[in-house]
């Protein structure tokens, strides 16, 4: 079918494309085809417009630098895919392709690494060794190709979609008492607790050594702001409390414990092991952390 295009092309006379566009576009042609609909393309080959049973039109510039990043043989779930979540769009919904339409509608949350099948679907950035920051609209990912039609880089719409998150509300935030450890128990109504740290010193007064995190769950956070050595009984009592809420729900976030500073979470890899017949929590603090700690040591 692409020989046949690219055929076409030379007897109308029309610039020579890159081959990949061309096939590219006998793919589209091909999937709207089996969807039931014709397609006819803009001259510049950055929409198509696919007539069936209604009218759509599809920007297909982001689905073209998505597939240049992916190999043949992932075109046709890709194409599928984009042509399909078009038309499964309600006529009153937004394009997600088109900025300006979906800009009050992005936000971010946080997923565990572990639970992505593969990131390179998503528009995202690491926040942490095992967190990843997703971009959303109405609740679902973002696609690539479809933020690859923005006039804008992925990182500049993931800080558009967490500003909107801090404008949607603000956290509410109670004292707590972990066995002796003062805590904030930080919650709202979103899925998107976590993006509040940004501005965590509008809630809690933090010392430049940071604070520690257990995050639960996506609607809620605990902290617990280092003040001296203290931190180390912190951790424990952060960890039992992240572990146990963290196994209660089934939308559970992470068992783990993290220390927020300088904008980054960094995870604090903590087990239960047997010691002298007895259970302790044994910590093993990455090196900037332990770094941390030995200055606390020096300045008892």
């Known amino acids: 079918m692409g020989w046949f295009r690219r055929y076409r092309d030379r007897r109308a006379g029309a610039p020579r494309r890159p081959i990949e566009d061309v096939d ?128 804008i880089p992925p990182a500049q719409a993931l800080d558009l979609a967490a500003e909107n998150v801090l404008a949607d509300e603000r956290l509410s935030a109670e004292r707590a008492d972990l066995d002796g450890i003062p805590a904030w128990v930080m919650s709202g109504t ?13 809630y809690l007064l933090v010392s430049p050594d940071g604070l520690m995190v257990a995050l639960p769950h996506p609607g809620e956070m605990v902290v617990h ?19 146990r809420e963290y196994r209660s729900r089934e939308d559970g976030l992470s068992p783990h414990v993290y220390w927020w500073n300088h904008g980054r979470l960094t995870r604090i890899q903590a087990d239960l092991v047997m010691q002298n017949g007895q259970r302790r929590l044994v910590v093993a603090p990455p090196p900037e952390f332990a770094r941390l700690l030995a200055d606390l040591a020096q300045d008892r």
């Open 24 to 151: 590219l576009d006998s793919l589209v042609a091909l999937v709207a085809d089996t969807l039931g609909y014709s397609c006819a393309f803009d001259a510049d080959g950055s929409s198509v417009t696919l007539t069936g049973p209604r009218s759509v039109t599809v920007r297909l510039t982001g689905l073209r630098r998505e597939a240049g990043r992916r190999s043949r043989e992932d075109w046709p779930v890709l194409v599928s895919g984009h042509l399909s979540r078009a038309l499964a769009r309600a006529g009153d919904l937004p394009d997600v392709c088109d900025l300006t339409q979906i800009r009050p509608l992005l936000r971010t949350r946080l997923v565990l690494a572990d639970t992505v099948e593969d990131a390179s679907r998503l528009i995202g950035r690491h926040v942490g060794s095992d967190l990843i920051e997703i971009l959303t609209v109405s609740g679902r990912p973002v696609r690539p190709e479809e933020a690859f039609c923005w006039p």
């Open 190 to 202: 979103t899925v998107s607790a976590a993006v509040h740290l940004r501005r965590i010193e509008e």
């Open 225 to 243: 702001p280092i003040d001296g050595l203290s931190v180390m009984r912190a951790i424990e009592r952060l960890w039992l409390f992240a572990r």
